[in-house]
């Protein structure tokens, strides 16, 4: 690779805004490694429905109440409607997957070679680089992922999406409950992660088979960030900005800095070893110009 990953992942992120298709496609292929079909369709074939069941409005209260521990005004409540239905990886993208891609030595040096922790030292610019670059290797091999329709596309999840499947229909601090017993059955914080990073998927899964939503690792969002939660019918941040938004905590955090509303936001090009992401797959005229839906 000539140049590096994040600074690669800005490119692409212009490419794509300026419509430039072919420039897109040859950077990823001469760029970045070149997956083998088999192997990235076994990697990638688990995908799971958010809701598993009904069918598409789905209405959900977004933020939390005032009196909940931690919440920051940030978090004030609006009514959010997803008008499409939304496939999710079961679990963050891992250390293993990140390498059908290219290298990641920052991460190698924190948190050694084992190939089912989540890729972590990534940047939003390298997450989203990562989700085009399956994106266009499922197309170019012609790979049908999941049981979402066909013509649905691998992205970052939207802030959105992110608390939805998080919460997977309930109201609580923690999909699992309100107290910090009730976080430690089902994610790597503070009190229970000895500090560092673990495999994906060792915890239980929420009622939508979705794992490791509180801690272990923050996960980058698409969202640019602003101060004031967005309502109304798939929601996004705005179209432009200096941060990025993050969800779910890490294990670093205390309990409450893992809530489903809770929320974290940086600089796209920052990348710290508790920074991973989730892929999911969403509707095509809701993909991703500069981050925010066309």
């Known amino acids: ?42 990697e990638f074939a688990e995908w799971r ?52 891609m290219a290298e990641n030595p920052d991460h190698l040096k924190s948190w ?9 030292h990534v940047s939003w610019f390298e997450a989203s680089l990562y989700a085009r670059w399956v994106e266009h290797w499922r197309r170019r091999y012609g790979l049908r992922l999941g049981g979402a329709p066909a013509e649905y596309r691998v992205s970052l999840p939207s802030e959105a999406q992110r608390e939805f499947f998080t919460r997977a229909g309930t109201t609580t601090q923690f999909w699992s409950g309100d107290s910090d017993a009730d976080l430690r059955a ?13 495999a994906v998927g060792e ?22 960030y602003a101060d004031e939660l967005r309502g109304g019918e798939d929601p996004l941040g705005p179209l432009g900005g200096r941060v990025r938004v993050l969800r779910g905590g890490s ?17 796209p090009d920052s990348a710290w070893g508790n920074f991973g992401f989730r892929l999911v797959l969403s509707a095509p005229e809701r993909s991703s110009k500069l981050g925010h839906w066309e």
Not at 10 to 35: Q, S, W, Y
Not at 71 to 99: D, H, I, K, M
Not at 186 to 198: C, M, Q
């Open 251 to 267: 294990y670093g955090d205390a309990a409450w800095w893992c809530r489903s509303a809770v929320r974290y936001w940086v600089a």
């Open 49 to 100: 429905r958010a809701p598993p069941e009904g069918e598409p409005p789905y209405e959900f209260v977004m933020g939390s109440p005032e009196e909940e521990e931690g919440r920051s005004p940030r978090e004030a409540r609006v009514r959010v409607v997803l008008t499409q239905s939304l496939w999710v990886r079961p679990v963050s993208v891992t250390y293993g997957q990140w390498l059908l």
């Open 1 to 42: 690779m000539s140049v590096p990953l994040a600074e690669l992942g800005a490119v692409v992120e212009c490419l794509a805004a300026m419509g430039a298709e072919e420039e897109l496609a040859e950077l990823l292929e001469r760029e970045l490694r070149r997956p083998d079909k088999g192997r990235l369709e076994e």
């Open 112 to 120: 050694g070679s084992e190939a089912r922790l989540p890729a972590t």
């Open 203 to 224: 915890l239980s899964p929420n009622a939508w088979g979705v794992h490791d939503v509180h801690g272990n690792v923050l996960e980058w969002c698409r969202d640019w």
């Open 186 to 198: 089902v994610g790597w914080f503070g009190a229970n992660s000895g500090v560092r990073v673990h």
